[in-house]
């Protein structure tokens, strides 16, 4: 039990140093590249909101998205293995088994599929929400923006949605 115990701790450690190592490999590698890669886009594709989304979400975090697909990759490796040796000893001694098990996971693996489905197109909506959020925080706390909201009318709409706040806040009906 103390081998087994002491091997899992070991087994732990190197796995981190080896996922450290590879995330500043990964860094010191991939961030000067997208750095290039984010300034020879040319300024039509930033003006278009569509275009201007895409690239922020694919490139916003791309160390971190990188590191979760290398370590997803590593999990299930090891789930495989581990699937593996479970089937490899029902086989020998309770071969019947294994069909109920493989039916069995049918249901879960469809269940899991459209949930995934369902936590991406959930994860595009919030994420463009987040990133209109920011823009728009930046624009009307910022003063170097006092220029962009004078141009695009955010002054008006602020300036009454400031007024309306404040009758509120002295107990006035809008």
């Not at 990964?26 to 989304?53: C, G, H, W, Y």
């Not at 997803?72 to 789930?79: A, F, K, N, P």
Request: glycine residues 6%.
């Amino acid at each position: 039990m103390a081998a087994y115990y002491a091997y899992s701790q070991i087994n732990q450690i190197i796995s981190r140093l080896a996922g450290k190592a590879f995330g500043n490999s990964l860094s010191e590698k991939l961030r000067p590249q997208m750095v290039q890669k984010q300034s020879r886009i040319s300024f039509a594709l930033l003006e278009n909101p569509e275009t201007l989304d895409l690239i922020s979400r694919v490139s916003d975090n791309t160390e971190g998205q990188v590191m979760a697909i290398f370590n997803s990759g590593i999990r299930l490796v090891r789930l495989g293995v581990q699937v593996f040796g479970v089937i490899l000893l029902l086989a020998t001694h309770i071969w019947w088994i294994i069909p109920w098990f493989v039916i069995s996971t049918i249901p879960i693996i469809l269940t899991s599929r459209r949930a995934g489905r369902k936590i991406l197109e959930m994860y595009r909506s919030v994420s463009k929400l987040t990133r209109r959020q920011y823009y728009l925080s930046n624009i009307l706390v910022g003063r170097e923006t006092a220029a962009e909201r004078t141009l695009f009318g955010y002054a008006d709409d602020i300036n009454r949605i400031l007024a309306q706040g404040q009758r509120l806040s002295d107990g006035a009906v809008p």
